[in-house]
């Protein structure tokens, strides 16, 4: 299938095993981030999302840490499985612009049995 | 409920052509909003609309690339003339505001590769 990019940073994680994959954020006056799962051929899909005025959020299998010190944003994925497969962004959202998102590189997620 | 739809998923063009690719946002959705996509890269915004006026279009290179919202519902993007850095893939998403956050749905978007 089509290939998002070529080069981008790897994580590759056996199945069943939980994956933390990390995001920078550039901006400390962004409230709001969101992580989007991109599959191959596809556009990007909402996960999770978090405000600044929080630091830890989960959902199903998914949890999100954001840690505005350091300026660092964590998707933690348990029990990953082969579906999870894909190039997963960050993307960050201005104070003074609320629907200007900011997306980070992204990070590909390989699920090997 | 259908999501964003886009058209077409694929054009090969040639350099100095026109372009032209086409976005259904989903129903309800006043917000539609348009990336470009490089490899290996993340999205990054070219215009947004709110209802028909555009609100955000800085990133957009208007000496050839245009954008418009059709009857408030369907929007395209135009390249004219292309050229061989056009190529990229396109994306299209709306957007629906609840709860005081912004939550964008994206399309599967349009690959345009110009020889």
């Known amino acids: 299938g089509e290939s998002v990019g070529l080069h981008l940073p790897t994580l590759s994680v056996q199945e069943g095993d939980n994956s933390i994959i990390n995001c920078a954020y550039s901006n400390s006056a962004s409230d709001y981030f969101i992580w989007y799962k991109q599959e191959s051929g596809k556009g990007p899909q909402f996960i999770i999302d978090?405000?600044?005025?929080?630091d830890k959020r989960q959902g199903q299998r998914v949890t999100v840490l954001l840690n505005k010190t350091v300026k660092h944003l964590s998707l933690q994925i348990a029990a990953t499985q082969p579906g999870d497969s894909a190039v997963y962004f960050c993307?960050?959202?201005?104070?003074?612009?609320?629907?200007?998102?900011?997306f980070g590189t992204g990070t590909r997620l390989q699920v090997f049995p | 409920e259908a999501g964003v739809v886009q058209s077409p998923r694929y054009k090969i063009i040639e350099k100095k052509q026109p372009v032209a690719f086409w976005c259904n946002p989903i129903?309800?959705?006043?917000?539609p909003y348009w990336y470009l996509q490089n490899l290996g890269q993340g999205p990054e915004l070219l215009i947004r609309?709110?209802?028909?006026?555009?609100?955000?279009d800085s990133q957009l290179p208007k000496d050839r690339f245009s954008a418009e919202r059709l009857k408030g519902v369907d929007s395209t993007l135009k390249i004219q003339p292309a050229e061989l850095g056009d190529s990229a893939v396109y994306l299209c998403?709306?957007?629906?505001?609840?709860?005081?956050?912004?939550?964008?749905?994206f399309g599967p978007g349009t690959r345009l590769t110009v020889l």
């Open positions: 998403a709306s957007s629906l505001t609840w709860g005081g956050k912004n939550e964008q749905f």
């Open positions: 129903s309800g959705h006043n917000t």
């Open positions: 978090i405000r600044s005025n929080m």
């Open positions: 609309y709110e209802n028909e006026e555009a609100v955000d």
């Open positions: 993307a960050e959202n201005m104070r003074y612009n609320t629907d200007k998102l900011i």
